[in-house]
């Protein structure tokens, strides 16, 4: 499940309502809950978003919801917004380099969208991007070992890291500096099949490993082994977690495989 929360009190404190949209169905719907999660399961969400495919979803800084759609159908290879509450937004973002499959935004509102191939669909994965107000790339972020470009996090530098697999099915992670240049793969050990990529507010790296089955942490400087592996280290429950620095990891997990 990827979930990104926004705050209805941009100002904070106590009366701000939190809310996160999560994938709770893959390839079928997007969902909006409110926060604090409850312990119980099938909690109904607050409204849905119907899609024809979801991998990645992303939020700008004004809580608009961004989703990527793959595959087939009038809304193909578009990336449709949608206002707090699940509404459709008119404003979408055309793509024909490729099948969108994740979105991230820096502190510029600038957007990176992940393409899981190019196109062709033989062709290797790539980061289309689209500067403020733009809804075609300018430009796009390469590497020459990317074959299928997975997931996208954006730390608060604006450095933009993808994680991928290459043509032997190797999982990596390559750092482009500043969203720009063909990027700097990070010495990652441990990598199985990551998909997905999170910053939390220490920038420790999230990576989730479909192959592992785990979350995986690297702390700055995001070298060799993981510093936590939520699937090896005290995931055993969400109330065990709550007591655990790695909480919102272990939750993010405990929600998955529930």
Not at 10 to 33: I, M, Q, S, T
Not at 82 to 97: D, E, H, I, V
Not at 99 to 111: C, G
Not at 190 to 211: K, M, R
Request: proline letters at 7%; one cysteine or more.
């Amino acid at each position: 499940m990827r979930t990104v929360q926004r705050s209805q009190n941009p100002g904070g404190g106590a009366r701000g309502r939190r809310e996160g949209y999560a994938r709770p169905d893959p390839n079928v719907k997007v969902a909006l809950f409110q926060y604090p999660a409850s312990d119980k399961k099938n909690v109904k969400p607050r409204c849905t978003v119907p899609t024809t495919g979801v991998n990645g979803i992303g939020m700008d800084a004004a809580g608009t919801l961004w989703v990527p759609q793959p595959g087939s159908g009038t809304v193909a290879n578009k990336v449709l917004t949608f206002l707090p509450g699940c509404k459709l937004q008119s404003l979408a973002l055309t793509n024909t380099t490729g099948q969108p499959s994740d979105i991230a935004f820096d502190s510029t509102k600038t957007a990176f969208v992940v393409d899981i191939v190019g196109t062709p669909s033989t062709s290797p994965g790539l980061i289309d991007v689209y500067p403020a107000g733009h809804t075609t790339p300018t430009r796009q972020l390469k590497n020459s070992l990317i074959f299928h470009a997975l997931g996208i996090a954006i730390d608060k530098r604006n450095n933009v890291h993808l994680a991928f697999t290459d043509a032997s099915s190797v999982g990596h992670v390559v750092k482009f500096a500043k969203g720009k240049g063909t990027g700097t793969l990070l010495n990652l050990t441990g990598l199985a099949l990551p998909i997905g990529l999170e910053f939390d507010g220490s920038q420790n790296l999230i990576v989730t490993d479909l192959g592992a089955g785990a979350e995986l942490i690297y702390a700055p400087p995001y070298s060799r082994r993981p510093n936590f592996n939520a699937h090896q280290q005290g995931c055993v429950g969400r109330r065990e977690a709550e007591q655990d620095k790695h909480a919102a990891v272990c939750q993010r997990r405990d929600e998955r495989s529930g």
